[in-house]
């Protein structure tokens, strides 16, 4: 099964979401909490992200979308991107490698 990454406040996050990054929480520049990509949280873990003012997290869940509706979301997608680079010299390694990151991210 397809998943998608979503980016989400923590006080919308439920125990059995499964995590699709690494959630980590600093405090004077040593990580207090930290959590691996793919567990499945607990209300635990949410009582410790809100004990650590974790705000956000990305979360996986299914992608109930049709290939047609995935493939057209990624033209939108692709258009909007280009779109917001028209003006950037995309041979330049740096903006490039921009593009590439908020193509990816647009893309979750």
């Known amino acids: 099964m397809r998943t998608r ?46 004990a650590h003012c974790v705000e956000f997290i990305f979360v996986d869940e299914p992608d109930l979308r049709s290939d047609e509706d995935v493939a057209i979301d990624s033209a939108r997608v692709a258009k909007r991107v280009m779109d917001i680079f028209e003006g950037a010299d995309l041979t330049e390694p740096t903006v490039l490698a921009l593009f590439d990151q908020v193509l990816l991210y647009r893309n979750a």
């Open 5 to 50: 990454h979503h980016y989400i406040p923590v006080a919308d996050a439920k125990a059995g979401m499964l995590l699709g990054a690494p959630a980590n929480a600093v405090s004077g520049g040593a990580a207090s909490f930290s959590l691996p990509a793919g567990h499945t949280l607990t209300q635990e873990n949410l009582h410790h992200f809100e």
